[in-house]
T-cell receptor, first 112, second 117 residues
Framework: EDQVTQSPEALRLQEGESSSLNCSYT??????LFWYRQDPGKGPEFLFT???AGEEKEKERLKATLTKKESFLHITAPKPEDSATYLC?????????????FGGGTRVLVKP | KAGVTQTPRYLIKTRGQQVTLSCSPI?????VSWYQQTPGQGLQFLFE???????NKGNFPGRFSGRQFSNSRSEMNVSTLELGDSALYLC????????????????FGPGTRLTVL
């Protein structure tokens, strides 16, 4: 069964204190791995798609990396507006259609 | 380009009632997926529609159903509501240019918050 585990569940950071979020996955084959950001009461907002091990993508203070078993989301010098829940999802090769399997998310709070 | 829209944004129903939620995908997107989000279970896949056909279904009871119209708009229905159906229901659309599934990005709407009393 496809599984996605995110750690830690929650993260409290001081403004400017860089950190990394982990997404470990177990799938028979990976079509793609997605990172989303979700603010309270809103739908997930797309951040990155990664397709193969070794791939990296960056956007402002965020950088996502992918290995064969896990992905990391690095937050460099975070600001309070980076506070959100970050969700990781996988699209397995054997999944019929467009089904994504999500992890439980990491709640990030950045204090000024 | 307008994003994914969902209506209504909030709903309060009582046990035993039924409810219909609506989703309008991004213009040109042909695939619509539905997810349920709860604090305990997180985001769980309900079903996906492509070209008016259900292409995949998650592990939910038959009380949960959906459909897609020729303009790609989609509705989901929950019959005989239970307290445990209280959740944020999210719709996501993706381009899916062909019948064979590809890894297109899914873009989510704001969700419909359903409360069952």
């Amino acid at each position: 069964e496809d599984q996605v585990t995110q750690s830690p569940e929650a993260l409290r950071l001081q403004e400017g204190e860089s950190s990394s979020l982990n997404c470990s996955y177990t799938v028979s084959g990976l079509r793609g791995l997605f990172w989303y950001r979700q603010d309270p009461g809103k739908g997930p907002e797309f951040l990155f798609t990664l397709y193969s091990a070794g791939e990296e993508k960056e956007k402002e203070r965020l950088k996502a990396t992918l290995t064969k078993k896990e992905s990391f989301l690095h937050i460099t010098a975070p600001k309070p507006e980076d506070s959100a829940t970050y969700l990781c999802a996988v699209h397995p090769i054997k999944a019929a259609g467009n089904k994504l399997t999500f992890g439980g998310g990491t709640r990030v709070l950045v204090k000024p | 380009k307008a994003g994914v829209t969902q209506t209504p944004r909030y709903l309060i129903k009582t046990r035993g009632q039924q409810v219909t939620l609506s989703c309008s995908p991004i213009s040109g997107h042909r695939s619509v997926s539905w997810y349920q989000q709860t604090p305990g279970q997180g985001l769980q896949f309900l079903f996906e529609y492509f070209s008016e056909t259900q292409r995949n279904k998650g592990n939910f009871p038959g009380r949960f159903s959906g459909r897609q119209f020729s303009n790609s708009r989609s509705e989901m229905n929950v019959s005989t509501l239970e307290l445990g159906d209280s959740a944020l229901y999210l719709c996501a659309s993706s381009p899916q240019r062909g019948a064979r599934a590809s890894t297109d990005t899914q873009y989510f709407g704001p969700g419909t918050r359903l409360t069952v009393l």
